[in-house]
């Protein structure tokens, strides 16, 4: 059973920083990778997609890794704005399960003026 | 191109009613999966729906189920309500079942309160 762990649970920042969010999984056989973001009360906006066969994503200020092999994946920001504030989450889309996201916790990051 | 669509965006029920939640992918996907976000559990996966045949479904009791169109809407219903069911109730579309395009597109949720 995949199991998706987020690291660390909340992050409070200055705006400007350059940030890291973690999130490991258990079971490496994993599809693709995809990271959102939630704003409070509303649904997710999907960021960035890494298939399985790619070691990262690039989108904008946004840069996403994964290594299957160590079972990680990082969202990386860049010139955090206060804008960048919301719920960071990741989901592994099992390749064996149809249509079924596994998702960590997320991470609550604020950025603060 | 719109975005999927979730209706309605609050619902609020009683104990024991039953509901049904709307949901219209993004024109030409046919992947519709259905979610439930509580503060407690997070996201827990509830049902997947690919050309209108149920295709996974996650550890949910038999009170939740759903449905998919010809369209490729869909519907999920809850029965007999209980406050436990208050919950954000999200879909998801994407446009292949496998493959490199399976990047998931969400909608902006449901919020449906028990009392």
């Known amino acids: 059973k995949q199991e998706v762990t987020q690291i660390p649970a909340a992050l409070s920042v200055p705006e400007g920083e350059n940030l890291v969010l973690n999130c490991s999984f258990t079971d490496s056989a994993i599809y693709n990778l995809q990271w959102f973001r939630q704003d409070p009360g509303k649904g997710l906006t999907s960021l960035l997609l890494?298939?399985?066969?790619?070691r990262e994503q690039t989108s904008g200020r946004l840069n996403a890794s994964l290594d299957k092999s160590s079972g990680r994946s990082t969202l990386y920001i860049a010139a955090s704005q206060p804008g960048d504030s919301a719920t960071y989450l990741c989901a592994d889309a099992g390749g064996t399960s149809y249509g079924k996201l596994t998702f960590g916790q997320g991470t609550i990051l604020t950025v603060h003026p | 191109k719109a975005g999927v669509t979730q209706t309605p965006r609050y619902l609020i029920k009683t104990r024991g009613q039953q509901v049904t939640l709307s949901c219209s992918p993004i024109s030409g996907h046919r992947s519709v999966s259905w979610y439930q976000q509580t503060p407690g559990q997070g996201l827990q996966f509830l049902f997947e729906y690919f050309s209108e045949t149920q295709r996974n479904k996650g550890n949910f009791p038999g009170r939740f189920s759903g449905r998919q169109f010809s369209n490729s809407r869909s519907e999920m219903n809850v029965s007999t309500l209980e406050l436990g069911d208050s919950a954000l109730y999200l879909c998801?579309?994407?446009?292949?079942?496998?493959?490199?395009?399976?990047?998931?597109?969400f909608g902006q949720g449901t919020r449906l309160t028990v009392v």
């Open positions: 998801a579309s994407s446009s292949a079942y496998r493959g490199p395009n399976t990047e998931a597109f």
């Open positions: 890494i298939q399985s066969s790619q």
